[in-house]
């Protein structure tokens, strides 16, 4: 497939994506087509249930080694515990079909085998909400614990959401500890990558953030099942709306054209040194 037949085909995503919720943002996201939509730490998680060997730190799966640091926002520190090089519960993406596109051709590991670009419609969420927070710590949890009791825990750690209700908080909570979302910077988060993360800058990036499992939900009666939910500390699937359905769109790139492609992506100043490899 042809470079510009690839540009074409997201760009016509986009125009649909938008014509369907002008609300939706889209992301980009490349790779072997022989790989399934999955975080690191989905990865090797399952590789130690396959060898039934334990491999990973409980620290790197509740994030105690996560260095946070007080002058980034929300969204650098998770830019800087992803490109850590620990396993995380985070899923690449980016704004830029030309990184993406990058990325579905350039493993040298991978080069016999078809890349594939994946285009996602999802509502961006912005790092500066109470949400992102909420799932970063939840994404702490070493064990399962009450919804309810995790609220108030959490508004006794930030207490700016103090004055929420609980059950507002809770049900928030509810809404999508299941399925995750996709955070995206704002303009002067992205801008401020400059100086903290150069490399997350170059790559336009967003993260997907897998959610926890939850126990005892009833859908027909959120507000009176509060009390009897429980988050577990075990990571949900990649949801079916950001892996297989309408909302995305899965363009795959033959291994005979990779190197064609490389060489356009080049001539635009894409290449590994630009994107800080």
């Known amino acids: 497939m042809e470079y510009k037949s690839i ?22 996201r490349g790779q072997s087509s022989n790989w399934a939509l999955k975080s690191t730490l989905q990865r090797e998680i399952e590789k130690e249930k ?10 790197d799966i509740f994030l105690k080694n996560a260095v946070w640091n007080e002058n980034y926002s929300v969204f650098e520190n ?9 396993p995380t519960r985070l899923l690449d993406f980016t704004t830029s079909k030309d990184v993406a596109l990058y990325f579905a051709c350039a493993s040298e590991k991978h080069m016999n085998e078809d890349g594939v670009v994946y285009c996602c419609s999802y509502f961006g969420r912005r790092c500066d909400i109470c949400d992102v927070k909420l799932i970063m710590e939840i994404a702490k949890l070493e064990k399962a614990m009450k919804v309810d009791e995790f609220v108030n825990s959490f508004s006794g750690k930030y207490h700016e959401y103090t004055s929420v209700e609980c059950e507002k908080l809770a049900l928030r909570i509810l809404s999508w500890a299941e399925h995750g979302f996709m955070i995206a910077p704002t303009k002067e988060e992205m801008e401020n990558l400059r100086e ?13 953030v897998q959610g926890n499992k939850t126990v005892g939900r009833d859908t027909r009666a959120m507000s009176r099942n ?10 949900t699937d990649i949801p079916p709306t950001i892996s297989t359905s309408r909302f995305i769109d899965k363009i795959v790139i033959p291994y005979q054209d990779k190197e ?11 290449n590994r040194e630009s994107l800080r490899l």
């Open 196 to 208: 903290s993360n150069l490399r997350m800058y170059s790559q336009e990036g967003v993260f997907f």
């Open 50 to 59: 396959e060898n039934g060997v334990k491999k990973i730190n409980d620290n």
């Open 78 to 86: 998770i830019a800087y515990m992803q490109h850590y090089g620990k």
């Open 226 to 235: 509060i009390p009897l939910v429980t988050i577990t500390n075990e990571l």
């Open 7 to 28: 540009i074409e085909r997201c760009n016509q995503y986009y125009r649909e994506a938008k014509a369907a919720n002008h609300n939706l943002d889209v992301f980009y």
């Open 260 to 270: 064609e492609i490389l060489r356009i992506l080049n001539d635009k100043g894409i």
